[in-house]
Protein backbone atom coordinates (compact mmCIF):
# COMPACT_ATOMS: atom_id res chain seq x y z
CA UNK A 1 0.00 0.00 0.00
CA UNK A 2 2.08 3.09 -1.43
CA UNK A 3 -0.41 6.02 -0.72
CA UNK A 4 0.81 6.83 2.75
CA UNK A 5 4.22 8.68 1.01
CA UNK A 6 2.47 8.74 -3.00
CA UNK A 7 3.96 5.41 -4.09
CA UNK A 8 7.43 6.49 -4.01
CA UNK A 9 8.79 3.58 -3.27
CA UNK A 10 7.19 1.94 -6.25
CA UNK A 11 8.45 3.98 -9.62
CA UNK A 12 9.48 7.57 -9.52
CA UNK A 13 6.24 9.83 -9.86
CA UNK A 14 5.25 13.62 -9.45
CA UNK A 15 4.27 14.29 -6.06
CA UNK A 16 1.45 17.14 -6.02
CA UNK A 17 -2.15 15.64 -6.96
CA UNK A 18 -2.54 17.67 -9.67
CA UNK A 19 0.28 16.04 -11.48
CA UNK A 20 -2.29 13.56 -12.42
CA UNK A 21 -1.35 10.54 -15.54
CA UNK A 22 -2.69 7.06 -16.81
CA UNK A 23 -0.83 4.16 -16.18
CA UNK A 24 -0.07 0.58 -17.78
CA UNK A 25 2.07 -1.82 -16.00
CA UNK A 26 3.31 -5.69 -16.87
CA UNK A 27 4.37 -7.91 -14.19
CA UNK A 28 6.38 -10.68 -14.00
CA UNK A 29 5.64 -13.09 -11.38
CA UNK A 30 6.00 -16.69 -10.45
CA UNK A 31 2.68 -18.78 -12.09
CA UNK A 32 1.57 -19.18 -8.29
CA UNK A 33 1.36 -16.28 -7.92
CA UNK A 34 -2.06 -13.87 -8.61
CA UNK A 35 -0.77 -10.31 -9.67
CA UNK A 36 -3.71 -7.48 -8.99
CA UNK A 37 -3.44 -3.79 -9.41
CA UNK A 38 -5.57 -0.57 -10.37
CA UNK A 39 -6.60 -1.33 -13.54
CA UNK A 40 -9.43 -0.99 -16.21
CA UNK A 41 -9.29 -4.24 -17.54
CA UNK A 42 -9.75 -7.77 -15.77
CA UNK A 43 -6.31 -9.40 -16.42
CA UNK A 44 -5.43 -12.89 -17.25
CA UNK A 45 -1.76 -14.34 -16.88
CA UNK A 46 0.22 -15.11 -19.83
CA UNK A 47 2.60 -18.01 -19.29
CA UNK A 48 6.21 -17.05 -20.38
CA UNK A 49 8.23 -20.15 -19.67
CA UNK A 50 7.61 -22.88 -17.39
CA UNK A 51 6.98 -21.63 -13.77
CA UNK A 52 6.74 -17.61 -14.73
CA UNK A 53 3.76 -15.67 -15.47
CA UNK A 54 2.82 -12.12 -16.87
CA UNK A 55 0.11 -9.87 -16.28
CA UNK A 56 -0.72 -6.33 -18.01
CA UNK A 57 -3.24 -3.94 -16.91
CA UNK A 58 -4.06 -0.17 -18.12
CA UNK A 59 -6.17 2.45 -17.19
CA UNK A 60 -7.30 5.65 -19.18
CA UNK A 61 -8.26 7.51 -16.29
CA UNK A 62 -5.43 10.34 -15.40
CA UNK A 63 -5.35 10.03 -11.59
CA UNK A 64 -2.46 11.36 -8.80
CA UNK A 65 -0.01 8.24 -8.73
CA UNK A 66 -0.88 8.20 -4.89
CA UNK A 67 -4.36 6.02 -6.01
CA UNK A 68 -2.28 3.25 -7.82
CA UNK A 69 -2.03 0.07 -6.30
CA UNK A 70 -0.80 -3.56 -6.63
CA UNK A 71 -1.01 -6.56 -4.59
CA UNK A 72 1.09 -10.35 -5.41
CA UNK A 73 0.35 -13.24 -3.40
CA UNK A 74 -1.13 -16.67 -4.20
CA UNK A 75 -4.74 -15.85 -3.59
CA UNK A 76 -7.47 -18.22 -5.11
CA UNK A 77 -10.72 -16.15 -6.86
CA UNK A 78 -13.66 -16.89 -4.83
CA UNK A 79 -16.76 -17.70 -6.83
CA UNK A 80 -20.38 -18.53 -5.74
CA UNK A 81 -21.17 -21.88 -5.02
CA UNK A 82 -24.23 -21.18 -7.72
CA UNK A 83 -24.40 -18.53 -10.13
CA UNK A 84 -28.16 -16.52 -10.65
CA UNK A 85 -29.42 -14.70 -13.38
CA UNK A 86 -28.29 -11.54 -11.29
CA UNK A 87 -24.57 -13.05 -10.92
CA UNK A 88 -24.86 -13.36 -14.57
CA UNK A 89 -26.24 -9.79 -15.78
CA UNK A 90 -23.29 -7.90 -12.71
CA UNK A 91 -20.59 -10.17 -14.60
CA UNK A 92 -21.43 -8.36 -18.10
CA UNK A 93 -18.91 -6.02 -19.06
CA UNK A 94 -19.66 -2.86 -21.24
CA UNK A 95 -18.18 -3.84 -25.64
CA UNK A 96 -15.87 -2.04 -26.77
CA UNK A 97 -17.47 0.40 -28.24
CA UNK A 98 -19.78 0.73 -25.17
CA UNK A 99 -16.89 1.36 -23.33
CA UNK A 100 -14.98 3.52 -25.37
CA UNK A 101 -17.38 7.01 -25.02
CA UNK A 102 -14.89 9.80 -24.79
CA UNK A 103 -16.94 12.88 -23.72
CA UNK A 104 -15.08 15.67 -25.89
CA UNK A 105 -16.16 18.88 -24.43
CA UNK A 106 -19.30 18.05 -22.53
CA UNK A 107 -17.71 17.26 -19.16
CA UNK A 108 -15.33 19.20 -17.15
CA UNK A 109 -12.06 17.20 -16.74
CA UNK A 110 -9.65 16.05 -19.68
CA UNK A 111 -10.49 13.86 -22.46
CA UNK A 112 -10.65 10.26 -21.45
CA UNK A 113 -13.63 7.46 -21.93
CA UNK A 114 -16.06 8.89 -19.44
CA UNK A 115 -18.28 5.95 -18.31
CA UNK A 116 -20.83 9.35 -16.84
CA UNK A 117 -21.99 10.75 -20.53
CA UNK A 118 -21.74 6.29 -21.50
CA UNK A 119 -25.58 5.36 -21.68
CA UNK A 120 -25.04 2.11 -21.34
CA UNK A 121 -23.03 2.27 -17.82
CA UNK A 122 -25.46 5.11 -16.43
CA UNK A 123 -27.92 2.25 -16.02
CA UNK A 124 -24.94 -0.48 -14.79
CA UNK A 125 -26.17 -0.67 -11.18
CA UNK A 126 -24.13 -3.42 -10.56
CA UNK A 127 -20.32 -3.47 -12.32
CA UNK A 128 -18.35 -7.09 -12.83
CA UNK A 129 -16.73 -7.76 -9.68
CA UNK A 130 -14.17 -10.32 -8.50
CA UNK A 131 -13.07 -11.59 -4.98
CA UNK A 132 -9.81 -13.01 -4.71
CA UNK A 133 -8.02 -14.17 -1.18
CA UNK A 134 -6.07 -16.73 0.87
CA UNK A 135 -7.64 -20.37 0.42
CA UNK A 136 -8.18 -21.00 4.10
CA UNK A 137 -10.87 -18.01 3.66
CA UNK A 138 -12.47 -18.56 0.64
CA UNK A 139 -15.04 -20.72 2.84
CA UNK A 140 -16.29 -17.43 5.01
CA UNK A 141 -16.23 -15.65 1.84
CA UNK A 142 -18.75 -17.36 0.21
CA UNK A 143 -20.59 -16.89 3.28
CA UNK A 144 -20.75 -13.25 3.82
CA UNK A 145 -18.42 -11.34 1.28
CA UNK A 146 -19.96 -12.74 -2.07
CA UNK A 147 -23.38 -12.05 -1.03
CA UNK A 148 -22.97 -8.18 -0.24
CA UNK A 149 -20.98 -7.49 -3.20
CA UNK A 150 -24.48 -7.13 -5.30
CA UNK A 151 -26.86 -5.67 -3.08
CA UNK A 152 -23.95 -3.03 -1.74
CA UNK A 153 -22.84 -1.42 -5.33
CA UNK A 154 -26.67 -1.50 -6.65
CA UNK A 155 -27.44 0.75 -3.40
CA UNK A 156 -24.48 3.29 -4.03
CA UNK A 157 -25.83 3.62 -7.63
CA UNK A 158 -29.32 4.33 -6.55
CA UNK A 159 -27.80 6.92 -4.52
CA UNK A 160 -25.18 8.52 -6.13
CA UNK A 161 -25.55 7.06 -10.03
CA UNK A 162 -23.06 6.04 -12.80
CA UNK A 163 -20.58 3.71 -11.11
CA UNK A 164 -16.89 5.69 -11.77
CA UNK A 165 -14.91 2.71 -12.69
CA UNK A 166 -16.07 -0.37 -15.25
CA UNK A 167 -14.99 -3.12 -12.77
CA UNK A 168 -14.18 -4.16 -8.95
CA UNK A 169 -11.73 -6.56 -7.54
CA UNK A 170 -11.71 -7.45 -3.26
CA UNK A 171 -9.03 -9.04 -2.48
CA UNK A 172 -8.89 -10.31 1.41
CA UNK A 173 -5.25 -8.71 2.96
CA UNK A 174 -3.50 -10.59 5.77
CA UNK A 175 -3.54 -9.95 9.61
CA UNK A 176 -0.72 -7.50 9.22
CA UNK A 177 -2.65 -4.84 6.85
CA UNK A 178 -2.72 -1.66 8.94
CA UNK A 179 -6.59 -0.79 8.45
CA UNK A 180 -10.13 -2.17 7.82
CA UNK A 181 -9.69 -1.52 4.28
CA UNK A 182 -8.64 0.57 1.61
CA UNK A 183 -9.77 1.53 -2.07
CA UNK A 184 -8.18 2.48 -4.98
CA UNK A 185 -9.21 2.41 -8.76
CA UNK A 186 -10.76 -0.86 -9.45
CA UNK A 187 -9.89 -2.19 -6.38
CA UNK A 188 -10.40 -2.54 -2.73
CA UNK A 189 -8.62 -4.01 0.48
CA UNK A 190 -10.11 -5.44 2.78
CA UNK A 191 -9.04 -7.11 5.74
CA UNK A 192 -9.84 -10.98 6.89
CA UNK A 193 -10.88 -9.48 9.84
CA UNK A 194 -14.31 -8.16 8.79
CA UNK A 195 -15.23 -11.59 7.47
CA UNK A 196 -15.88 -12.59 11.35
CA UNK A 197 -18.97 -12.46 13.22
CA UNK A 198 -22.03 -11.86 11.02
CA UNK A 199 -22.63 -9.59 8.04
CA UNK A 200 -22.68 -6.04 9.56
CA UNK A 201 -18.50 -5.34 9.91
CA UNK A 202 -18.09 -6.37 6.01
CA UNK A 203 -21.08 -4.86 5.21
CA UNK A 204 -20.28 -1.51 6.67
CA UNK A 205 -16.55 -1.22 5.66
CA UNK A 206 -17.39 -2.74 2.03
CA UNK A 207 -19.71 0.12 1.54
CA UNK A 208 -17.39 2.89 2.91
CA UNK A 209 -14.92 1.55 0.12
CA UNK A 210 -16.97 1.64 -2.73
CA UNK A 211 -18.31 5.23 -1.81
CA UNK A 212 -14.37 5.95 -2.25
CA UNK A 213 -15.10 5.27 -5.72
CA UNK A 214 -16.68 8.57 -6.02
CA UNK A 215 -15.08 10.38 -3.48
CA UNK A 216 -11.23 9.90 -3.15
CA UNK A 217 -10.76 8.34 -6.53
CA UNK A 218 -13.23 9.96 -9.30
CA UNK A 219 -13.38 13.88 -7.30
CA UNK A 220 -9.95 13.41 -5.22
CA UNK A 221 -8.69 16.73 -2.73
CA UNK A 222 -6.56 18.84 -4.60
CA UNK A 223 -4.26 19.94 -1.34
CA UNK A 224 -3.36 16.49 0.74
CA UNK A 225 -4.54 18.41 4.00
CA UNK A 226 -8.22 18.13 2.70
CA UNK A 227 -8.77 14.50 3.66
CA UNK A 228 -11.95 15.18 4.75
CA UNK A 229 -13.39 15.37 1.20
CA UNK A 230 -12.28 12.17 0.85
CA UNK A 231 -13.07 10.05 4.49
CA UNK A 232 -15.85 12.09 5.87
CA UNK A 233 -18.14 11.93 2.56
CA UNK A 234 -17.47 8.06 2.44
CA UNK A 235 -18.62 7.71 6.25
CA UNK A 236 -21.48 9.20 5.58
CA UNK A 237 -22.19 7.30 2.67
CA UNK A 238 -21.39 4.10 4.18
CA UNK A 239 -24.61 4.47 6.45
CA UNK A 240 -26.66 5.67 3.63
CA UNK A 241 -25.58 2.53 1.31
CA UNK A 242 -25.31 -0.12 4.15
CA UNK A 243 -29.63 0.70 5.01
CA UNK A 244 -30.33 0.39 1.22
CA UNK A 245 -28.29 -2.81 0.82
CA UNK A 246 -29.87 -4.03 3.72
CA UNK A 247 -33.62 -3.00 2.54
CA UNK A 248 -34.45 -1.29 5.70
CA UNK A 249 -37.65 0.42 6.14
CA UNK A 250 -37.11 4.50 6.42
CA UNK A 251 -37.80 4.25 10.23
CA UNK A 252 -35.15 1.05 11.00
CA UNK A 253 -32.39 3.02 8.87
CA UNK A 254 -33.26 6.29 10.70
CA UNK A 255 -32.60 4.59 13.70
CA UNK A 256 -29.41 2.57 12.81
CA UNK A 257 -27.78 5.80 11.39
CA UNK A 258 -28.67 7.92 15.27
CA UNK A 259 -27.11 4.69 17.04
CA UNK A 260 -24.02 4.93 14.79
CA UNK A 261 -23.70 8.73 15.12
CA UNK A 262 -24.16 8.37 18.99
CA UNK A 263 -20.95 5.87 18.48
CA UNK A 264 -18.80 8.61 16.40
CA UNK A 265 -19.60 11.76 18.91
CA UNK A 266 -18.34 9.26 21.91
CA UNK A 267 -15.53 8.32 19.55
CA UNK A 268 -14.71 11.89 18.38
CA UNK A 269 -15.09 13.09 22.15
CA UNK A 270 -12.72 10.27 22.89
CA UNK A 271 -10.30 11.53 20.28
CA UNK A 272 -10.59 15.10 20.67
CA UNK A 273 -9.44 14.70 24.97
CA UNK A 274 -6.49 12.65 24.16
CA UNK A 275 -4.65 13.75 20.70
CA UNK A 276 -2.65 17.12 19.92
CA UNK A 277 -5.31 20.22 19.09
CA UNK A 278 -2.62 20.77 15.58
CA UNK A 279 -4.02 16.99 14.48
CA UNK A 280 -7.62 18.15 15.17
CA UNK A 281 -7.67 20.40 12.31
CA UNK A 282 -9.35 19.66 9.37
CA UNK A 283 -7.76 22.60 6.73
CA UNK A 284 -5.04 23.32 8.60
CA UNK A 285 -2.89 25.40 5.86
CA UNK A 286 -6.52 27.59 5.91
CA UNK A 287 -5.81 30.44 3.16
CA UNK A 288 -2.91 28.60 1.57
CA UNK A 289 -4.70 25.51 0.81
CA UNK A 290 -4.05 24.19 -2.85
CA UNK A 291 -1.44 26.25 -3.14
CA UNK A 292 2.14 23.90 -4.62
CA UNK A 293 5.37 25.91 -4.03
CA UNK A 294 7.81 27.03 -6.48
CA UNK A 295 9.67 23.54 -7.01
CA UNK A 296 6.34 22.33 -7.52
CA UNK A 297 6.26 20.51 -4.41
CA UNK A 298 3.42 19.90 -2.18
CA UNK A 299 3.80 19.37 1.65
CA UNK A 300 2.06 17.02 3.39
CA UNK A 301 1.26 18.35 6.78
CA UNK A 302 2.01 15.97 9.40
CA UNK A 303 2.51 13.66 6.94
CA UNK A 304 5.82 11.83 9.02
CA UNK A 305 3.53 12.03 11.90
CA UNK A 306 2.82 7.77 12.74
CA UNK A 307 0.37 8.88 15.43
CA UNK A 308 -1.62 10.67 12.61
CA UNK A 309 -2.25 7.38 10.46
CA UNK A 310 -4.36 6.40 13.70
CA UNK A 311 -6.68 8.93 14.21
CA UNK A 312 -10.17 9.54 12.97
CA UNK A 313 -11.02 12.97 13.25
CA UNK A 314 -11.00 13.37 9.30
CA UNK A 315 -13.61 10.93 9.11
CA UNK A 316 -15.40 12.15 11.70
CA UNK A 317 -15.54 15.50 12.09
CA UNK A 318 -15.98 15.39 7.83
CA UNK A 319 -18.79 12.99 8.48
CA UNK A 320 -20.68 15.20 11.08
CA UNK A 321 -20.29 18.36 8.96
CA UNK A 322 -22.24 17.03 6.07
CA UNK A 323 -24.85 15.21 8.53
CA UNK A 324 -25.75 18.88 9.59
CA UNK A 325 -25.66 19.59 6.21
CA UNK A 326 -27.96 16.78 5.32
CA UNK A 327 -30.07 17.56 8.08
CA UNK A 328 -30.29 21.28 7.29
CA UNK A 329 -31.57 20.60 3.56
CA UNK A 330 -33.46 17.39 4.32
CA UNK A 331 -32.19 14.56 2.89
CA UNK A 332 -34.12 14.63 -0.48
CA UNK A 333 -32.73 18.05 -1.54
CA UNK A 334 -29.15 17.06 0.03
CA UNK A 335 -28.52 14.02 -1.99
CA UNK A 336 -30.54 15.47 -5.25
CA UNK A 337 -27.41 17.82 -5.22
CA UNK A 338 -24.63 15.55 -4.12
CA UNK A 339 -25.88 13.91 -7.63
CA UNK A 340 -25.37 16.70 -9.67
CA UNK A 341 -21.95 17.89 -7.89
CA UNK A 342 -20.54 14.19 -8.70
CA UNK A 343 -21.89 15.07 -12.17
CA UNK A 344 -19.98 18.00 -12.50
CA UNK A 345 -17.06 17.35 -10.95
CA UNK A 346 -16.18 13.61 -11.62
CA UNK A 347 -12.74 13.35 -13.44
CA UNK A 348 -11.48 16.71 -11.52
CA UNK A 349 -9.45 17.65 -8.36
CA UNK A 350 -11.30 20.02 -5.88
CA UNK A 351 -10.88 21.65 -2.56
CA UNK A 352 -13.58 22.38 0.32
CA UNK A 353 -14.83 25.42 -1.26
CA UNK A 354 -15.78 23.99 -4.59
CA UNK A 355 -18.36 21.65 -2.84
CA UNK A 356 -19.40 24.39 -0.39
CA UNK A 357 -19.92 27.12 -2.44
CA UNK A 358 -22.28 24.88 -5.06
CA UNK A 359 -23.92 23.74 -2.56
CA UNK A 360 -25.22 27.20 -0.40
CA UNK A 361 -25.59 28.02 -4.57
CA UNK A 362 -28.51 25.43 -5.06
CA UNK A 363 -30.29 25.55 -1.75
CA UNK A 364 -32.76 28.17 -0.86
CA UNK A 365 -31.94 31.25 1.09
CA UNK A 366 -34.63 30.28 3.55
CA UNK A 367 -32.51 26.89 4.49
CA UNK A 368 -29.05 28.77 4.69
CA UNK A 369 -30.18 30.49 7.60
CA UNK A 370 -26.53 32.42 8.18
CA UNK A 371 -24.21 29.80 6.67
CA UNK A 372 -21.43 30.33 4.85
CA UNK A 373 -18.04 28.96 3.24
CA UNK A 374 -16.42 31.15 5.59
CA UNK A 375 -18.69 30.03 8.87
CA UNK A 376 -18.41 26.88 8.02
CA UNK A 377 -14.46 26.64 7.50
CA UNK A 378 -14.56 28.71 11.19
CA UNK A 379 -16.85 26.05 12.99
CA UNK A 380 -15.95 22.83 11.00
CA UNK A 381 -12.49 23.08 9.16
CA UNK A 382 -10.37 25.26 11.44
CA UNK A 383 -10.87 24.74 14.56
CA UNK A 384 -9.49 21.85 16.81
CA UNK A 385 -11.82 19.83 19.32
CA UNK A 386 -15.64 19.54 18.65
CA UNK A 387 -17.61 22.00 16.41
CA UNK A 388 -20.00 24.15 18.02
CA UNK A 389 -23.12 23.46 16.12
CA UNK A 390 -22.63 19.76 16.66
CA UNK A 391 -22.10 20.36 20.22
CA UNK A 392 -25.26 22.46 20.65
CA UNK A 393 -27.16 19.38 17.90
CA UNK A 394 -26.27 16.94 20.37
CA UNK A 395 -27.01 18.45 23.45
CA UNK A 396 -30.47 19.28 22.20
CA UNK A 397 -31.18 15.80 20.24
CA UNK A 398 -33.02 13.09 22.58
CA UNK A 399 -31.29 9.52 21.98
CA UNK A 400 -32.57 6.97 19.43
CA UNK A 401 -34.93 4.28 20.62
CA UNK A 402 -31.91 1.55 19.71
CA UNK A 403 -29.57 3.42 22.29
CA UNK A 404 -32.12 3.88 24.95
CA UNK A 405 -32.42 -0.04 24.62
CA UNK A 406 -28.84 -0.30 25.39
CA UNK A 407 -29.69 2.02 28.60
CA UNK A 408 -31.67 -0.29 29.80
CA UNK A 409 -29.04 -3.50 29.39
CA UNK A 410 -26.94 -1.47 30.97
CA UNK A 411 -28.90 -1.00 34.27
CA UNK A 412 -29.71 -4.76 34.30
CA UNK A 413 -25.68 -5.41 34.10
CA UNK A 414 -25.23 -3.31 36.95
CA UNK A 415 -27.60 -5.04 38.59
CA UNK A 416 -26.20 -8.04 38.16
CA UNK A 417 -22.74 -6.61 38.93
CA UNK A 418 -24.16 -5.44 42.73
CA UNK A 419 -25.56 -8.65 43.41
CA UNK A 420 -23.76 -10.83 46.38
CA UNK A 421 -22.44 -14.06 44.95
CA UNK A 422 -25.02 -16.21 47.07
CA UNK A 423 -27.28 -18.07 45.00
CA UNK A 424 -30.36 -16.31 43.57
CA UNK A 425 -33.25 -17.10 44.27
CA UNK A 426 -35.72 -18.66 41.37
CA UNK A 427 -37.35 -15.50 39.28
CA UNK A 428 -35.11 -13.32 40.02
CA UNK A 429 -32.91 -13.52 37.21
CA UNK A 430 -32.25 -10.91 34.21
CA UNK A 431 -33.60 -11.57 30.86
CA UNK A 432 -31.29 -9.72 28.48
CA UNK A 433 -32.72 -8.49 25.42
CA UNK A 434 -31.25 -9.81 21.73
CA UNK A 435 -28.75 -6.69 20.27
CA UNK A 436 -27.27 -5.75 17.35
CA UNK A 437 -23.63 -5.03 16.50
CA UNK A 438 -23.64 -1.12 16.88
CA UNK A 439 -25.46 -1.61 20.58
CA UNK A 440 -22.96 -4.99 21.63
CA UNK A 441 -20.14 -2.04 20.98
CA UNK A 442 -22.23 1.13 23.14
CA UNK A 443 -23.14 -1.07 25.53
CA UNK A 444 -19.54 -2.52 26.02
CA UNK A 445 -18.30 1.42 25.97
CA UNK A 446 -20.72 1.91 28.56
CA UNK A 447 -19.48 -0.43 30.99
CA UNK A 448 -15.95 0.45 29.96
CA UNK A 449 -17.03 3.06 32.43
CA UNK A 450 -18.10 1.95 35.31
CA UNK A 451 -15.19 1.60 38.16
CA UNK A 452 -15.36 -2.35 38.74
CA UNK A 453 -17.17 -5.44 37.14
CA UNK A 454 -16.44 -8.48 38.97
CA UNK A 455 -15.74 -12.03 37.61
CA UNK A 456 -18.74 -13.33 38.39
CA UNK A 457 -19.84 -10.61 35.35
CA UNK A 458 -17.46 -10.87 32.89
CA UNK A 459 -17.95 -14.42 32.58
CA UNK A 460 -21.63 -14.13 32.20
CA UNK A 461 -21.40 -11.27 29.87
CA UNK A 462 -19.28 -13.59 27.66
CA UNK A 463 -20.82 -16.09 27.70
CA UNK A 464 -25.00 -13.79 27.09
CA UNK A 465 -23.13 -12.31 24.20
CA UNK A 466 -20.58 -14.59 23.03
CA UNK A 467 -18.52 -12.17 23.29
CA UNK A 468 -15.57 -14.23 21.28
CA UNK A 469 -17.50 -14.94 18.64
CA UNK A 470 -18.53 -11.21 17.24
CA UNK A 471 -17.03 -8.99 15.45
CA UNK A 472 -13.96 -7.34 15.32
CA UNK A 473 -15.65 -4.12 16.75
CA UNK A 474 -17.57 -5.58 19.36
CA UNK A 475 -13.95 -8.33 20.08
CA UNK A 476 -12.06 -4.82 20.59
CA UNK A 477 -14.52 -3.47 23.36
CA UNK A 478 -14.27 -6.90 25.08
CA UNK A 479 -10.65 -7.24 25.15
CA UNK A 480 -10.58 -3.16 26.54
CA UNK A 481 -12.77 -4.56 29.38
CA UNK A 482 -10.41 -7.89 30.04
CA UNK A 483 -8.00 -5.49 29.91
CA UNK A 484 -9.18 -2.85 32.21
CA UNK A 485 -10.50 -5.22 34.94
CA UNK A 486 -7.81 -7.40 35.03
CA UNK A 487 -10.10 -10.43 34.06
CA UNK A 488 -7.09 -12.97 33.33
CA UNK A 489 -9.29 -16.09 32.16
CA UNK A 490 -9.56 -13.38 28.92
CA UNK A 491 -6.43 -12.93 28.25
CA UNK A 492 -5.62 -15.91 25.54
CA UNK A 493 -8.82 -13.26 23.65
CA UNK A 494 -6.73 -10.64 24.25
CA UNK A 495 -3.58 -12.06 22.58
CA UNK A 496 -5.55 -13.59 20.22
CA UNK A 497 -6.85 -10.06 19.09
CA UNK A 498 -3.01 -8.37 18.87
CA UNK A 499 -1.96 -10.89 16.57
CA UNK A 500 -5.18 -11.78 14.00
CA UNK A 501 -6.48 -8.52 13.89
CA UNK A 502 -3.61 -5.95 13.58
CA UNK A 503 -5.73 -3.01 12.31
CA UNK A 504 -7.80 -2.63 15.54
CA UNK A 505 -5.67 -3.63 17.82
CA UNK A 506 -2.43 -0.63 18.06
CA UNK A 507 -4.51 1.44 21.27
CA UNK A 508 -4.64 -2.35 23.58
CA UNK A 509 -0.97 -2.23 23.51
CA UNK A 510 -1.08 1.07 25.21
CA UNK A 511 -3.48 -0.14 27.43
CA UNK A 512 -2.40 -3.32 28.63
CA UNK A 513 1.11 -0.94 29.42
CA UNK A 514 -0.82 1.75 31.40
CA UNK A 515 -2.10 -0.67 33.74
CA UNK A 516 1.06 -1.11 35.43
CA UNK A 517 0.39 -4.44 35.49
CA UNK A 518 3.42 -6.63 34.98
CA UNK A 519 1.21 -9.86 33.36
CA UNK A 520 -0.25 -7.62 31.21
CA UNK A 521 3.00 -5.71 30.01
CA UNK A 522 4.40 -8.98 29.64
CA UNK A 523 1.63 -10.01 27.30
CA UNK A 524 2.08 -6.87 25.05
CA UNK A 525 5.63 -7.79 24.85
CA UNK A 526 5.17 -11.07 23.96
CA UNK A 527 2.51 -10.64 20.66
CA UNK A 528 4.67 -7.53 19.71
CA UNK A 529 7.84 -9.92 19.53
CA UNK A 530 5.94 -12.18 17.82
CA UNK A 531 4.23 -9.46 15.25
CA UNK A 532 6.96 -7.29 14.82
CA UNK A 533 8.80 -8.42 11.77
CA UNK A 534 5.45 -8.40 10.05
CA UNK A 535 3.87 -5.75 11.16
CA UNK A 536 3.17 -2.78 9.09
CA UNK A 537 5.92 0.01 9.67
CA UNK A 538 4.20 2.72 10.66
CA UNK A 539 1.67 0.48 13.58
CA UNK A 540 5.39 -1.03 14.23
CA UNK A 541 7.00 2.25 15.66
CA UNK A 542 3.94 3.26 17.05
CA UNK A 543 3.87 0.05 19.54
CA UNK A 544 7.14 0.48 19.98
CA UNK A 545 7.27 3.78 21.58
CA UNK A 546 4.27 2.43 23.70
CA UNK A 547 6.29 -0.48 25.20
CA UNK A 548 10.06 0.78 25.14
Known amino acids: MGSPINNRALFPCQEPPVAMSTWQATVRAAASFVVLMSGENSAKPTQLREGCSSWHYYVTMPMPASTFTIAVGPWTE ?39 QNPSATTQEVIPHRVFAPMSLTGACQETLLQLLSPCLSAAHSVLGTHPFSRLDVLIVPANFPSLGMASPHIVFLSQSTLTGGSHLCGTRLCHEIAHAWFGLAIGARDWTE ?14 FWAKAQQLAPHEAQEQQELRASLRWRRLQDESRNSPEQLQVLRPNK ?40 RRLGDDTYFSFLRKFVHTFHGQLILSQDFLQ ?27 GLPQPLQKERQAGAECGLARQVDAEVAKWNRVNRRPRKRKRRGTEEVFEKLLPDQLVLLLEHLLEQKTLNPRTLRSLERTYCLSQQDAEVRHRWCELVVKHKYTTAYKTVEEFLQEDQAMGIYLYGELMVSEDARQQQLARRCFQLTKEQMDRCSAQVVAEMLF
Not at 89 to 114: K, N
Not at 298 to 321: A, D, R
Open 287 to 326: EKTGQVSDSGSSVIKHGLNPEKVFMQVHYLKGYFLLRFLA
Open 78 to 116: VKPETCSPSDLAAERSLSPSEADFRCVGVCGHMEYPCRF
Open 358 to 384: MLLENIPEEKRLGLSVESIFRDWLECP
Open 227 to 240: EWLSEGFATHLEDV
